[in-house]
């Protein structure tokens, strides 16, 4: 329809994908092959072959079913030029997709976990960034992740390597996030590390109110985050949802990943027209497309296709993501 043509020409701006997240069946039979790494196909024949991976990924039960071959997946990563032209593939797809902006998440814990060095991990995915930046005339953000479901000791081994490399003060990191497992290890595991970080002035944003429920969310606030990644279940609780509004606070929304982890049943279940009436900024975004069924386009069509948003929404949703990115404001202006 006309509106589909519309919102591919919308400016977009994704703040919520992880770059290993990006890594399709293909890419990952291709780096193991290279790498010399074995796929554990012995334990879990969904690794038998790229086309029973892939049929694997239409079945994940819960957000750790997937986590555990997004694990898996991401463990072929090796060399620096790994990270870069991982980086760089999702750059060229989001910016065909009307990309002209993105922030997107790594999690050295678990590559450093296996071995590898922060700096190769954060030099290669700053490689990319580059490219991108030069070659396609886009901005982009790295943001680290800290994630949820390894002891809180090994996030701190990555914040004092972060904070060794100067790469906050030199840009090649911007900010900070936390991902994972949601519900079961503390709410709060990363109070320290965040007061520290916001301290120095590191933007902090948290995955939260995903599977979990609004109380994630409120804790995420506390220790300092400005944006709540997913943050769906933030409906649940109406009074913080009065306070999110008031204070502007962006949620990224990432209705494939929420159908394909079964937070919702179907993209009708994302309360997108209950955030638009409570006055909840919300970007719109794809999480892990290469898991998820579709990359950032895909994930704007299926919420036309279900909620039937008119033009003038569109543009809110638009203004908002450009406003609420972490970019100068001579930037917003050239995107708006
Ligand atoms: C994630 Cl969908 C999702 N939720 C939480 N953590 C994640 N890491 C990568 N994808
Ligand atoms: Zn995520």
Redesign the pocket.
């Given at each position: 329809s006309d509106l589909h043509e519309f919102i591919h020409g919308l400016p977009k701006c994704e703040h919520h994908v992880?770059l290993?997240?990006c890594m399709s069946p293909e890419l990952i039979f291709e780096l193991a092959q290279r790498n010399g790494i074995e796929l554990p196909a012995a334990t879990n024949p969904a690794y038998a072959s790229i086309a029973s991976l892939s049929a694997r990924y239409e079945h994940f039960t819960s957000?750790d079913d997937?986590?555990s071959f997004?694990f898996q997946g991401m463990a072929v990563l090796c060399n620096k030029a790994d990270f870069a032209d991982l980086a760089w593939w999702y750059f060229s797809k989001a910016h065909a997709d009307g990309v002209h902006h993105a922030e997107v998440?790594f999690?050295p814990q678990v590559h450093e976990d296996r071995g590898i060095p922060y700096e190769t991990i954060a030099e290669g995915f700053s490689e990319g960034c580059k490219r991108a930046e030069r070659e396609l005339g886009m901005s982009t953000r790295l943001i680290l992740?800290f994630?949820?479901h390894l002891p809180v000791d090994s996030a701190q081994k990555v914040y004092e390597n972060f904070l060794a490399s100067g790469h906050f003060q030199a840009g090649v990191v911007h900010g900070l996030g936390w991902?994972?497992?949601?519900v079961g290890p503390p709410k709060d595991m990363y109070r320290a590390q965040y007061a520290d970080a916001k301290a120095r002035g590191i933007p902090l944003t948290a995955?939260a109110g995903?599977?979990g429920d609004p109380s994630h969310i409120s804790v995420a606030l506390e220790l300092g985050a400005r944006r709540i990644?997913?943050g769906i279940r933030l409906i649940e609780d109406p009074a913080l949802m009065k306070r999110v509004a008031e204070e502007g606070i962006l949620l990224t929304v990432?209705p494939l990943?929420n159908v394909r982890?079964r937070c919702v049943k179907k993209v009708e279940e994302v309360p997108i027209r209950r955030f638009l009436q409570a006055g909840v900024k919300f970007s719109i975004n794809s999480?892990?497309p290469a898991?998820?069924g579709g990359y950032i386009l895909d994930n704007y069509c299926a919420v036309q296709e279900a909620h039937k948003l008119s033009v003038l929404e569109w543009r809110i949703i638009a203004e908002n993501s450009v406003q609420e990115s972490w970019i100068p404001n001579e930037r917003k202006a050239e995107l708006l």
């Open positions: 992880h290993e997240g957000l997937f986590l997004y998440f999690d992740c994630v949820r991902s994972s497992t949601e995955h995903e599977e990644d997913h990432c990943s982890l999480d892990d898991y998820f």
